[in-house]
Structures are given as C-alpha cells and as structure tokens.
C-alpha cells in the first residue's frame, strides 16, 4: 500500500512539473490570427493573453533544465510575433516582450550561484532577442556586450546588429537615429575592449548599412584594430576578415564623399594587404589559419576586387589553384616601397601619410613574424 501511495505521488509531481513548464500557445494564437491583419491594435483582453503568455514561457525558461525544451520555448515566443513587424499587433507583442525581458534578465543576473543552468539561461534569452530582430529590444542587448561569457556577447553583437534591425532605424516610418548612435556608440566600446573577431563580420555588416559618418568611422575603427593585430602578428580567426573587407569594399560604391572614399578605399587596401602578407611569410602558421588566409583572399577577390579593377581576372585564385606563388601578383597589385601598384593607380587612393607627411603609395609591410620559442625556452 505504501509503496503504490508513493508511486502515485511521483505521479502527481510529474504531472505538476509537466503542466507548470508546459505553455499553452493556443489563446495566443486566437490573438495572433485576430489582430496580426488588423488597423487595430489588440485589446485589454488579447493584451492579458500576451502578457501571460510571455509570463508563463519566460518562468518556464528559468526553471525548465532540459534544452530542447528551451529550445521550444524560444521558438514558440518567436512565432507568436508574427511575420508583419510593422503591425500593429507586434508592436504591442514587442512591447510586452520588452518589460517581460527586462524583468527576467534582472532576476537571473540576481541568482546567486554563477553556475551553468544561471548561464545557459542568459544565453537563451540574448538567442531569443536576437531572434525577435526588433529594434525596441536593442537596449536589453547592449547591456550584455560587456558580459563575461563569449556566447553571451556573441549573440548581443548579433541582436543589435540584425539587418532587420538595420532595417528598422533606416525605415522612414521606425528611424530611430539616437538609438542609432547608442548601438554604434556600444559597439565601438565593445571593439576597444574585446577581440571576438568573429563578430566583427556582423558589426561591420551594420556599420555600412546605417550610412553615415558614425557608421563609417565604426567601420573604420574595424579595420584599424584588424590591421594592428596583423602588425603585431596577433591576429586571430582571420576568416572574420572576408565579411569585414566585403563591407567595407562595398561602401566604396556608395559613398558620394571623396574624402570618406579616400579613408575607405586605404583601410580596404591595407587590411587586404595584411592579409595576403600573412599569407605570404606566415610559412609556419597552422594549416587551418592558412586555409582561412586563402579563403579571405579569394572571396575578396571575387567579391569587390574584380568590380573595383574590372579585367582583373581572379589572379590570386588563378595562382593558388595552380599552386603558383602569389608573390608577383601581389606586387603587381599592391606595389612596392616607393612604387605604387595597380590597386591604388586605378582607384586613385593612397595609403596614407608616412611620418614626414609623405603620402604612402603602397601598403605597409608586416615585419617579420616572431621567432619561434627555442626548445630550451619552451621547457617548463
């Protein structure tokens, strides 16, 4: 008798468990089908619905510990958003979302125990904003781009940087320009004080596409920190550079500016410059970070060289796929000392200004890559 009592309160606490991380979408979907195509933003009634539905799958989310339950949550939180961002619906749906978030992101940070289920929750909410790609949640991002874990930042990068949010402070119906600066604002910030390349495709992606001065010295401010750190032989995931040189080759079309052009076209210059010199002398660089240096110098290639030198035809790729040296062709491209090359002869850009304000017309060279440790400064 004892032993069925029991078996039948495991029951019972099974089946509480069950319902209180379960979340039924259907009321919200009822909501969801009745408003998303309506001139008419939802009621007080449909509002509740919203508000309990974002309550309910956010407790759910804190307290659920397997992850393709999150996962779940996450999705179905998405879906209930809808696809018309300019709704009606979605900006109250957004709004609800916002003051759920805030509220959740403030209880988790207050959990004592900095432990692994306190951290796969941050990150899932930081996934989830990005996922919901509106502007209104940018604030709740950017105040996780100096948080401690690399995948919680990632995904801040990547909720501030969305094209739908790009899309959103752009529209002349949504632009929003001083939130505008506090993102690019807080993602220079965040350059100054991380070396995550791997967003920087991202970053660099939004800082061409909200067209001006701001977004371009944020691109700018790429290029000089990838730049260094290839001076300094620093550099890490260098497959990073293929987005960046993208963005920035790309904003060469479009700007009106000469002086913005200028600026533009010699940071393009040297970053990619940088990169095939690494190439070039980084002989015992691992096979993977080479890979990775040949990707970047055919995809640029490809990608805007041969729109910016028409007729070009893909010679670094040509050389590579022969197993050629590449070197005649970058000096061919590039220049040498004192010579300019066919890059800046053709776009009609200079490198910069040498120390005695002397314009540089050619890109300037990465010295020598560090000597390797000798074996008995390598032993412990």
């Keep these: 008798m004892i032993k069925s ?3 039948l309160s495991c029951m019972i606490i099974l089946t509480v468990n069950f319902t209180a991380l379960a979340v039924d979408t259907s009321s919200v979907e009822q909501v969801r089908t009745q408003f998303i195509q309506s001139n008419t933003g939802p ?6 619905i919203i508000d309990e539905f974002w309550r309910k799958s956010l407790d759910s989310m804190m307290l659920v510990e ?18 018309k961002d300019l709704s009606l619906y979605a900006s109250t749906y957004v709004k609800i979302a916002d003051a759920h978030l805030k509220s959740a992101l403030e209880t988790v940070a207050g959990w004592e125990n900095n432990d692994a289920k306190k951290l796969r929750i941050e990150r899932n909410f930081m996934i989830l904003i ?55 604002t807080s ?22 596409g909200i067209k001006n001065a701001s977004g371009n010295s944020l691109l700018l401010a790429i290029a000089d920190k990838r730049i260094d750190a290839y001076m300094k032989w620093t550099v890490t995931d260098e497959a990073a550079d293929a987005g960046v040189l993208k963005s920035i080759g790309g904003l060469v079309f479009e700007t009106a500016s000469a002086a913005t052009r200028q600026e533009l076209l010699g940071r393009f210059g040297q970053l990619y410059s940088c990169v095939v010199q690494r190439y070039l002398i980084g002989k015992d660089l691992p096979a993977a970070s080479r890979d990775q240096l040949v990707t970047v110098i ?33 000096e061919a491209l590039f220049g040498t000392s004192g010579k300019a090359g066919e890059f800046s002869t053709r776009m009609n850009f200079d490198y910069g200004k040498d120390s005695s304000g002397k314009s540089l017309v050619a890109p300037r060279p990465l010295p020598a890559p560090p000597a390797a440790p000798s074996e008995a400064t390598a032993q412990p």
């Design 5 to 7: 009592i029991s078996c």
């Design 43 to 48: 009621d007080k009634a449909a509002e509740q």
């Design 66 to 83: 397997d992850t393709g339950e999150i996962v779940k949550l996450r999705s179905d939180l998405v879906k209930q958003k809808g696809d």
């Design 130 to 184: 990005a996922e919901l790609g509106r502007m209104e949640l940018a604030d709740l991002a950017m105040t996780r781009l100096n948080h401690d874990d690399r995948m919680v930042r990632y995904w801040a990068v990547r909720a501030v940087t969305s094209p739908r949010v790009v899309s959103q402070l752009m529209s002349d119906i949504t632009r929003d320009e001083k939130l505008t600066l506090q993102i690019v």
């Design 187 to 208: 993602l220079g910030e965040y350059i100054k004080q991380y070396d995550d390349g791997i967003v920087l495709p991202f970053i660099a992606e939004f800082a061409a």
């Design 298 to 330: 055919c995809e640029v290639e490809a990608g805007v060289m041969e729109k910016m030198l028409p007729g070009s035809n893909n010679r670094f790729r040509n050389e590579l796929q022969r197993a050629q040296p590449i070197d005649k062709v970058y």
